[in-house]
């Protein structure tokens, strides 16, 4: 089992639309979480941390579930700039740096 | 101000040959990462220095990948000899230590080895 699970989508959406990602993680000890965003054939880059309680920027939400080991991405009026692949990282313990998983697409469409 | 640089970005070589990819972190990062992806695997982190010390190279596929930094300006990743499988694109990122979880990466470097 991957330490990081996601569904590839495509999730393809209107634009205006609200989407949602969800993503597990199979390391009860994960200390800290985040969202990252790729465009393609682009480096990935930071789009949002994911707190206890949840946490939101904008049109992005960010929510995190330990009892159940999943942590969300809600992206509100979603606009054509969104698309990308959503990549959501676990950060392990002890000397284990960052595990991403293998990303969301989305694509908004006009 | 610069970001990650990787160099070079685009290598196409052929199986057998040695491959060196060079990255320079953000000046006063000192935690650098190698990255490796792929289709089929997705963004597998290969090995990690904090302060030019390796501190996690459990990722790295096997005897023909070696990676060195030097001095907190540089690090390489070799491959040697290459292999078809390894065809990915290679991303370099940097962080501080303290908050390396936000990390910038480079541009990547697209490696296709025929």
């Known amino acids: 089992r991957k330490e990081v699970e996601q569904d590839p989508g495509p999730f393809n959406v209107p634009e205006g639309a609200t989407v949602a990602f969800n993503c597990t993680y199979s390391?009860?000890?994960?200390?800290?979480f985040f969202w990252y965003r790729q465009d393609c054939r682009k480096e990935p880059k930071l789009l949002m941390s994911?707190?206890?309680s949840g946490n939101e920027d904008g049109r992005f939400t960010a929510q995190l579930n330990r009892a159940s080991q999943y942590i969300s991405l809600l992206i509100r009026d979603s606009k054509l700039s969104d698309s990308a692949t959503y990549l959501c990282?676990?950060?392990?313990?002890?000397?284990?740096?960052?595990?991403f998983g293998s990303g969301t697409r989305l694509q908004v469409q006009p | 101000d610069a970001g990650v640089i990787q160099s070079p970005r685009h290598e196409v070589t052929e199986m057998g040959q040695e491959v060196t990819l060079r990255c320079k972190p953000i000046?006063?990062?000192?935690?650098l990462f190698w990255y490796r992806q792929t289709m089929m695997r997705g963004l597998e982190l290969l090995i990690y220095?904090?302060?030019?010390?390796?501190?996690?190279d459990s990722g790295m596929p096997e005897d023909r990948f070696s990676a060195k930094m030097p001095n907190a300006s540089f690090s390489t990743l070799k491959i040697q000899p290459s292999e078809p499988r390894d065809s990915a694109v290679y991303f370099c990122?940097?962080?501080?230590?303290?908050?390396?979880?936000?990390?910038?990466f480079g541009p990547g470097t697209r490696l296709t080895v025929t």
């Open positions: 990122a940097s962080s501080l230590v303290r908050g390396y979880y936000e990390q910038y």
């Open positions: 390391n009860s000890a994960s200390q800290s």
């Open positions: 994911v707190y206890s």
């Open positions: 990282v676990a950060k392990g313990t002890g000397r284990r740096a960052l595990t």
């Open positions: 000046s006063g990062h000192n935690s």
């Open positions: 220095f904090n302060n030019n010390v390796p501190i996690d």
